[in-house]
């Protein structure tokens, strides 16, 4: 069984940054492919960025260039570096871990840009 834990949400203000956390617990963390989505009031999950077994990252357009996704695969920790916040940042924020047609997923950290 996998678990996610996010974490490192919080109050932010405009052009700040911000790193979220996602620890896994479980087997094969390597294994996973592990990503990043976000939830705004009123509106669909998105996707944010997302890191393959390998390495290799993807983005979003509206996060390319200011967002960063890695991987720890010593700690078992995928994060996502946030930088020059925007008020249109502001959004719950899930980790997901997925690994042939499984999906975990996080509980979910809140993330607000303080205009």
């Known amino acids: 069984q996998v678990k996610l834990v996010e974490s490192g949400g919080g109050l932010v203000q405009a052009g700040g940054s911000l790193r979220l956390s996602c620890g896994f617990s479980g087997t094969s963390f390597s294994s996973y492919a592990m990503g990043w989505s976000r939830q705004a009031p009123g509106k669909e999950r998105e996707f944010v960025a997302g890191?393959?077994?390998?390495?290799?990252?993807n983005y979003a357009d509206s996060v390319k260039g200011r967002f960063t996704i890695s991987r720890d695969n010593a700690t078992n920790t995928a994060y996502l570096q946030m930088n020059s916040l925007k008020a249109e940042d502001t959004a719950v924020y899930y980790c997901n871990a997925q690994a042939f047609v499984v999906t975990y997923w996080g509980q979910g950290t809140q993330v607000t840009e303080a205009s």
């Open positions: 890191i393959t077994v390998s390495g290799v990252a």
